[in-house]
């Protein structure tokens, strides 16, 4: 009789917390109000504490706001898209560490309020939002 081969426990990451990123993919995206995912901060921000992060290396899930996926990832445009993280977020008025700190920890109900505070009101700022959304930008070669 053979035996079976003994299952491999698998290693968990360094800043990871599933739970956490469960209750991020709950809120409302910051930008647009849609369904979301967990889109994380890259940049460094030593008034945070937040260190360079990339090359195989992804930052902490306390890094992470709730985009929509066209906003994330998607559309030409989107987070993923942006040479300049920092900027991207900029044009919308939103300094994301700050606003990941204050979500961090918090109860889902918290959460939800920081996201509805934080999120833009200023009407050019949601038409830009809107313009990604609907895939509008146009950019040779997008890559998201």
Known sequence: MKHPKPKRARRVR???????????????????????????????????????TGAGRKPDDKWCLPLAPELHRMNTGCQHDAGDERAW???FGIDPLEVCTRLWGKSRIQMERVIIMASPW??????????????????PDAHC
Not at 122 to 139: F, G, Q, T
């Open 89 to 91: 977020w900029k044009q």
């Open 14 to 52: 360094v800043g990871s917390s599933p739970t956490y990123l469960d209750l991020i993919r709950q809120l409302p995206c910051i930008l647009s109000g849609r369904p979301a995912e967990a889109a994380h901060i890259r940049y460094a921000d030593s008034r945070f504490g937040k260190t360079e």
């Open 122 to 139: 200023d009407p050019e700022i949601k038409a830009k939002v809107l313009a990604i959304l609907k895939n509008e930008r146009s950019k």
